[in-house]
């Protein structure tokens, strides 16, 4: 018995939520690999390396090759690679509020691209939707300071960060037949390969300095397995789905995750406009979800 409600827009929808969500705990393993002495760039090299076998295995098993898609596989590879290496120096080299609220511009981005390359309108329930979405954020990142600017690299890493992941949501969704498996496996291996080279021509840390204990290696696997790959793959076989404006408000539930479990694991406090901010974030999402009159897929 089909299930009417579960259309291919809403299926895309969850699959981005569910996989941003995932994406929301990779602060876990960074930490636990730059307090054992690897630094932020080898750290995210090795965290992202992992998912790296099963993403290509993955797209053996399930992919659908095309030597003309290989192309776009490589501008979503590299795209997604320089937003995630970007992304995880800015959240350690400055102030991490700041560097969330510089990426997550990314509607914006996304909105731009959509509108230049694709021709797509913006109605005004998505406008609403990205205004409300960012007020939830502000709420659930403390909302107790001046707008957040780019002040040093690390902020302009951030805002690049952003530029790079909402514009790559854009082309995911233009070019909606290029295979998912192999959009992610390309994503990974840019990914580790881009912050293997920053770290060997700009990092201060060598790799030979870190120490990994045999319960670390163990995690970190796991992680790349259970939870970084199935994060990838749901963002982008998700952003095939939905508009890539939408793409981009979904991936917000990822400070909603990794809010609640820097609180669970290390204590971070959670106050109450920070509930108050993740839920208007999810009533942002809503509205966009369904609030908007658009053919279906």
């Not at 630094?39 to 290509?56: D, H, K, N």
């Not at 690299?153 to 995911?172: C, E, K, P, Y």
């Not at 700009?202 to 970084?228: H, K």
Request: with cysteine.
């Amino acid at each position: 018995m089909t299930v009417s409600f579960l259309t291919p827009q809403l299926r895309g929808a969850l699959a981005i939520a569910v996989g941003a969500g995932l994406w929301g705990l990779f602060w876990i393993p960074l930490r636990y690999l730059s307090e054992a002495g690897f630094g932020p760039f080898w750290s995210a090299a090795m965290a992202m390396g992992t998912g790296l076998p099963v993403a290509i295995l993955a797209a053996a098993r399930w992919g659908r090759w095309r030597p003309d898609h290989v192309r776009w596989m490589a501008l979503v590879g590299v795209g997604i690679g320089i937003s995630e290496v970007c992304y995880f120096y800015a959240v350690v080299s400055t102030d991490v509020i700041r560097a969330i609220f510089l990426f997550y511009m990314l509607p914006i981005w996304a909105t731009l691209v959509d509108r230049v390359v694709f021709g797509v309108r913006l109605n005004p329930w998505r406008a609403f939707a990205i205004l409300l979405a960012f007020a939830g954020l502000w709420l659930l990142l403390g909302g107790d300071g001046g707008l957040p600017v780019p002040r040093n690299a690390g902020d302009w890493a951030g805002l690049v960060a952003g530029f790079f992941w909402g514009s790559t949501l854009s082309l995911v969704r233009g070019r909606a037949e290029v295979d998912p498996y192999w959009n992610v496996a390309s994503a990974i291996f840019f990914g580790a390969l881009f912050a293997a080279l920053a770290a060997m021509l700009i990092g201060s840390v060598e790799f030979s300095e870190g120490s990994l204990t045999l319960t670390l290696t163990v995690g970190v696997v796991a992680f790349g397995i259970l939870a970084f790959w199935p994060s990838m793959i749901g963002q982008l076989w998700g952003a095939r789905l939905v508009p890539a404006t939408r793409a981009a408000l979904l991936t917000m539930t990822e400070i909603v995750v990794a809010t609640i479990s820097a609180w669970a694991l290390i204590g971070t406090s959670m106050t109450t406009l920070s509930v108050i901010g993740g839920m208007i974030i999810v009533t942002a999402v809503l509205i966009d979800i369904y609030g908007n009159a658009e053919k279906p897929v």
